[in-house]
């Protein structure tokens, strides 16, 4: 009879000990959710997902800002000179080197995010610094008709978002462009 007493004690001490660890880590998710909830983007973020552009009112040369997940972008309507003048420069001498033509996907256009990838300033959009791009003024990172860098410690070109035409005159940012075999079979 003994025998089947320390049964018994030993199934309620292991009962006790399973209740115990398993209260114990549903409290402690329970506790850790709201830190890992915080790491989601913030509604007003989602909600900018993807901003729609009508490009039509810019003239040629001219360049504007807008926002787009709280960050500020450039859309630039490069002249003919600011085009050649990206397309001509040689890789080699770039520190994060890019063709222009993998920058863009219309020469005209030019769609960046403009912060700069030194410390996170705003180039100035009416300082062309010596590329005829941007000048960052805080530091001295100096970028060119495409957004590469080109001058001062910045180490990499301005991003360029995702984005994709919904007509010649209106862009979508923030929408990934679709393959070209998508588009050929659903127009």
């Not at 040629?60 to 630039?76: A, D, L, N, S």
Request: hydrophobic content about 40%.
């Amino acid at each position: 009879m003994a025998h089947s007493i320390d049964n018994a004690n030993v199934t309620r001490r292991d009962f006790i000990y399973v209740a115990s660890a398993t209260a114990a880590g549903v409290g402690l998710a329970a506790s850790l959710w709201p830190f890992i909830d915080q790491m989601n983007p913030a509604a007003d973020t989602l909600a900018l997902k993807e901003v729609e552009f009508d490009l039509s009112p810019l003239v040629e040369g001219q360049i504007v800002t807008i926002e787009w997940q709280k960050k500020p972008v450039f859309i630039r309507r490069r002249t003919a000179a600011e085009i050649k003048a990206a397309e001509d420069v040689p890789l080699d001498q770039l520190r994060d080197p890019q063709a222009d033509k993998d920058r863009v996907q219309k020469p005209e256009w030019l769609i960046l995010v403009a912060v700069c990838t030194h410390l996170g300033c705003v180039p100035d959009k009416n300082n062309k610094g010596e590329f005829g791009g941007w000048l960052c003024a805080c530091h001295g990172s100096q970028y060119d008709t495409s957004g590469r860098i080109r001058k001062g410690p910045a180490p990499k070109n301005l991003a360029v978002p995702p984005y994709l035409y919904l007509t010649d005159t209106k862009v979508l940012i923030g929408a990934e462009p679709k393959p070209a075999a998508v588009v050929a079979e659903h127009g």
